[in-house]
Structure formats: structure tokens, C-alpha cells
């Protein structure tokens, strides 16, 4: 079977502006078919970490909360809180930062703000899913709860992923912190003493003390890790100034994809027909949402995506961005030609095909897919 993806590029006209294009391609993709009278509907996005631009424009937001509200449906903006120490990581600041970065409850059309897993993220619901690595996956309880789901995922790299779209804002985004816990439990990170400046960010921010300043031979200050104690967080590698913690690559990072993919299927367990997935191709950063900054985009910015279906979603999302020359001066230095692959050259040891694979295989979607492209509509003079 072939997946229909949906596409609208970033072309505007005096008949037709960005946010009421997207209400057509949203509509034209088939948001209406999930929804009905009353649906309590979870509109899963990334609020943007306190210092970070690359999320989402709010304005974006709005626009598709009033579609969904065309159908007389009751949406909450959501979002579950993270794993590692930072903006986000208890409902009270994860509310403020969301306020702070635009969407409050008069920009966003009176639409509220309740983070899925509540105020310390233990609010959580156990879904069998008797999967290879997961049984059981844990899942901030007010999605499960909602009656309908529309993720609206920023398309971008990301470190431990490759990419981060819909399957990453379903699967990761949804898991309460057990879930996330979970998920990167046995991904350990190592540390470069060689460029260590000994400055302690890492360990100031770790959630379970795993990191400690300790003196070398030659009285430096260097990070020491306790692999015993780590649960692969990544907050230490985000938090780095030097980049010298960095992903221990080996063969757990297949297992985290697979784990991801199987988060997600928990999410989607009772949401069949009650699904709609939405990836914004622009300010392709090379890191997650989660960094409290964002670096320059990899490639320029491309379109919307809408679909029914999670896998497809990604996969054409994946080749779209590849399909681009990259932009001179970013992050990345290799792949930068047409055709070549982007994630690849920000990140040569994620198989980041893995987790469409394994997606696919474990029934969350297909990865053939049709790209059917939104025509602009172009402004007519009278007589012409």
C-alpha cells in the first residue's frame, strides 16, 4: 500500500497567505476524517527550550488550532516533560517557557496548555505493546486519555536519532519521564578529556549525579563519568561547550530506534483513525528543539507536510531534505551536494533508515508514499 502525503511549499500570494494555506493543506490531507463533535483532541507540538528559535512559529500553531476547531473539537496544546534538567522538565516551567516562547492561552485562540504527564511527570498510563524490546511502554496519561491526536512535529537533525520528526514527537515526545528513562537507559555518553575544560556543566546538570570533577596528574580539572549510574539522558551532551561529551556509539543505538518505534505504536494503540501527523520542513537545525540554542540551518527551508500515516510522513520528509544543497557555512561539512544524505554527514554512525524500517515492520505505516503537492493559488485580476 501507498501512503498519500500531502505538500505545500512556502510560496504565498495576496489570495492566499501561509497560515491559510496550511489550513487547506491540512484540510485537503484529511483532518476532518479524525475528528468529530466534542473530541477532547491532544495537539502534541515542542514548546522550544528557553533560548532555542527554531521551534515551531506560533502563529503556525493558531492556524491549525482554529481548523481543528472548525469541526467543533475541544483541543489542548500538549507536550510531556523531559527526562534531563532544564526548562521543561516540571509542568510549572515547562507552562512558562511555552508562554514565554509564544503560545499563551490568548495567541493560541483561548486554547490551554496541559502537559501530558503532569506537574512532575508521573502521570503516567502502561500500554501493552509486546514488542522485542518493550512489553509495556509508559505515556503521559493525558494523551492516552484524549480521543484524538494531532502531532505537529519540527523536521530537523538530531543526535541520538539522525532525524527528529513525527515518529520522534509521537514516541519520545509522548513518554512520560519513566518512558523517556526507558527508552535511553543503556545509551551512555563518553568524555574527551583531552579538550575537557574541567568547566562542569555537565555534571551541574546531570538528574542523577553521574558526573564528577575530579583532578588529573597534571592538576587539571577534568569530567569523569559513572557509566553504573548513568541513564542516557543526554543532557551532558547538550550541555557541553567544548563537544567534548559525546554519544558512545555501539550497538545500543539501534535498540533505543527500535524502543522509540515501539513508543510509538503504544501512543497510537488506541488512536486507530484518530491519528493525523503534520511535519514542518523549516529551520532545518542539526540538533533538537531541546538545546537551550540553536545552530545555523543545514539547508533551506522547504514546506509543510500533512499525512495519515507516521512512517511516510518521515520518510518523505528524510528525502526532501536530502534532495537539497546544503547552506555554506553550517554545522555541516560533508554530504553537501544534492542527492546526498544530510543526517548522514551531521551524524556517520546513526543508521537513521533503522527506525523507518523497524516502523514499518512493526505496522506503524508504510514507507512508499505518493508526495501530493498543493497548488498556490495564484491572484487573478478581474478580466484577465
Known amino acids: 500500500m501507498i501512503a498519500e502525503v500531502f505538500f505545500m511549499d512556502l510560496k504565498a500570494t495576496s489570495k492566499e497567505n501561509l497560515p491559510q494555506k496550511l489550513s487547506r493543506l491540512v484540510k485537503t490531507a484529511g483532518i476532518k476524517d479524525i475528528l468529530k463533535e466534542n473530541d477532547l483532541t491532544s495537539v502534541k507540538i515542542h514548546f522550544g527550550e528557553k533560548g532555542n528559535t527554531a521551534y515551531i512559529r506560533p502563529v503556525f500553531i493558531r492556524q491549525i488550532i482554529e481548523t481543528i476547531k472548525e469541526y467543533k473539537t475541544d483541543p489542548f496544546l500538549t507536550d510531556a516533560n523531559t527526562l534531563y534538567a532544564g526548562t521543561r522538565s516540571n509542568s510549572v516551567s515547562h507552562i512558562h517557557t511555552a508562554i ?177 501527523f503534520i511535519n514542518f520542513i523549516t529551520d532545518i537545525t542539526p540538533k533538537c528543539d531541546c538545546l537551550p540554542y540553536n545552530e545555523a540551518p543545514i539547508v533551506n527551508n522547504i514546506g509543510i507536510l500533512a499525512s495519515t500515516d507516521p512512517v511516510a510522513i518521515d520518510q518523505a520528509s528524510a528525502d526532501l531534505v536530502n534532495e537539497q544543497k546544503a547552506i555554506p557555512g553550517s554545522v555541516l561539512t560533508t554530504n553537501l551536494k544534492p542527492g546526498e544524505d544530510k543526517f548522514k554527514g551531521l551524524y556517520p554512525d546513526v543508521e537513521w533508515k533503522h527506525q523507518l524500517d523497524y516502523a514499518q515492520k512493526i505496522g506503524l505505516g508504510t514507507k512508499k508514499y505518493r508526495l501530493v503537492k498543493l497548488e498556490t493559488l495564484s491572484y487573478k485580476k478581474s478580466g484577465s
Not at 501530558?116 to 494523551?143: F, Y
Not at 486519555?145 to 520528526?165: C, T, W
Not at 519513566?178 to 555518553?189: A, Q, R, W
Not at 559525546?246 to 533505543?256: G, H, K, L, S
Request: proline share 3%; with cysteine.
Open 100 to 276: 514565554e516562547n509564544g503560545f499563551s492561552y490568548s495567541s493560541m485562540d483561548t486554547t490551554p496548555i496541559i502537559i501530558a504527564d503532569g506537574l512532575r511527570g508521573k502521570n503516567t498510563t502502561k500500554v501493552k505493546v509486546d514488542q522485542k524490546n518493550c512489553k509495556h511502554v509508559h505515556i503521559g496519561s493525558e494523551i492516552i486519555d484524549s480521543d484524538a491526536m494531532v502531532s505537529i512535529a519540527h523536521f530537523k537533525g538530531h543526535e541520538l536519532s539522525g532525524f527528529g520528526g513525527t515518529l520522534k514527537n509521537v514516541g519520545m515526545g509522548c513518554a512520560s519521564r519513566k518512558g523517556k528513562l526507558d527508552m535511553h537507559s543503556k545509551v551512555s555518553p563518553k568524555i574527551k578529556r583531552k579538550t575537557c575544560i574541567g568547566c562542569g556543566e555537565c555534571a551541574n546538570h546531570c538528574p542523577v549525579a553521574a558526573i564528577e570533577l575530579k583532578t588529573n596528574d597534571d592538576n587539571e580539572k577534568k569530567a569523569y563519568l559513572d557509566h553504573r549510574k548513568c541513564i542516557g539522558c543526554a543532557e551532558c551532551i547538550v550541555r557541553c561547550p567544548t563537544e567534548s561529551v559525546n554519544i558512545n556509539w555501539n550497538q545500543t543505538i539501534p535498540v533505543f530506534l527500535e524502543k522509540m518505534m515501539e513508543y510509538t505504536l503504544g501512543v497510537l494503540k488506541n488512536k486507530k483513525g484518530k491519528s493525523f
